[in-house]
């Protein structure tokens, strides 16, 4: 949260919108506002459905979290995926739908309350549901509809 980085997005090749000018931490980007980072992650997460795809892989929790959070990079992913069933009420192994539909939005939306737990050890009730929210009508130029998640 510190970075305004709730996800704990690594400093790659992007050059993310909304990117503080002056980068502190070595290792996790610094954005400007919390939606900002929040829109990094929404982008992140929706272009992760089509690099699974490429490798024949389902777009779910299990497939996602594996992804961001491997257990090479010395993360224990299997509980990963299960704090994040746990706290978002997703199944781990069902298809999530494309973020740009209202379904699919409120599933990663919970994806994302989950994960921003996890990544800043906080409990769901003090995640704040509005960054996210900015943060998808950023990434897609759209609102996020009222949705309880």
Known sequence: MRNNNPLNIRHGK???QGMAE???DREFVTFRTLASGYRAAW????NYRFHL???GLCYNVTNIVRRWAPPEDRNDTARYVDSVTRISGLDPHVE???ATTSEGAAQIARLMVAMTCVECGLRPDY???EPIAHGYHLAFGRRLAAVNF
């Open 14 to 16: 992007s050059r993310w």
């Open 22 to 24: 002056v980068q502190p």
């Open 43 to 46: 982008v992140l997460l929706n």
């Open 53 to 55: 795809a490429k490798q």
């Open 96 to 98: 999530l739908l494309p």
């Open 127 to 129: 995640v704040a549901r």
